[in-house]
């Protein structure tokens, strides 16, 4: 989004709020600009960036990058360098869906398991009545070959300008890369995890005064116990940054 990105660990992350980072897509969009790549990074990915030198460049070629961890957040403070919060994919995807409804911008959903992007634009045509959900397609397709052509001339076919990219990571931001200039027509492509999951209400999000916390993650462990060893990036990296801080290093 700018060239004054602030970098946590070899990630670019756009220093913007919730409607700052709406406001930039809305009029990226409406300046026709195509393949925006949108990605929101949570303390996990930045691990594993940490650890794969080419998914970290995939991160950084994005158009937008947002902080979408509590995590991110206190490693900016460690750093020296604060961001001004946390900014939820989830919620971006709802604002982005929200002026996509006002300003007419057809929205293709991709990704999560048979009938949830399809409960999803259901339940995201009742929040928002003008909205033009052009196509839906789960996440269970082979990413290269033939499946994905057939994926790809869909969603051309479609008229999509709007890609939601539900395929977790960080095989969405790989999908995204190696494909964005074979969707032509699509303004922003958005690499959103679970997010079809949350608004077709097969997953809640944590109460409020888990996110108020911090504690989003720990609600998800509670939730979902198998998480751990996933979870276990997060004290890596949290330590991590204090040696990296410690060692000097910006």
């Not at 869906?97 to 300003?103: G, I, N």
């Not at 060893?229 to 990296?244: A, E, V």
């Amino acid at each position: 989004m700018s060239d004054t990105r602030i970098n946590i660990r070899g990630v670019g992350f756009d220093n913007v709020t919730l409607a700052e980072a709406a406001d930039f897509l809305r009029r990226r969009a409406g300046e026709g600009v195509c393949g925006s790549a949108v990605f929101t990074p949570n303390s996990e990915i930045v691990q594993m960036c940490i650890e794969d030198a080419a998914l970290c460049a995939t991160v950084n070629s994005a158009a937008l990058v947002i902080p979408d961890g509590i995590g991110v957040v206190k490693a900016a403070r460690i750093l020296g360098t604060p961001l001004k919060g946390k900014v939820a994919g989830v919620e971006l995807g709802r604002e982005v869906l929200a002026f996509a409804a006002e300003d007419g911008l057809p929205v293709y959903f991709l990704g999560g398991k048979p009938g949830v992007a399809e409960a999803a634009a259901e339940k995201m045509r009742e929040a928002y009545p003008a909205l033009q959900i052009c196509g839906m397609h789960d996440g269970y397709f082979q990413k290269s070959g033939e499946e994905n052509d057939a994926v790809l001339n869909l969603i051309n076919e479609s008229g999509a300008k709007i890609l939601f990219v539900c395929l977790g990571a960080p095989a969405q931001e790989k999908w995204i890369a190696q494909n964005k200039d074979r969707l032509p027509g699509v303004q922003i492509l958005m690499g959103l995890g679970g997010s079809l999951d949350v608004y077709a209400g097969t997953v809640k999000r944590a109460p409020k005064i888990f996110i108020k916390l911090g504690l989003e993650w720990l609600y998800r462990l509670l939730k979902e116990p198998r998480r751990i060893g996933r979870m276990m990036s997060l004290p890596k990296f949290y330590f991590g940054t204090w040696r990296y801080k410690l060692a000097g290093k910006k």
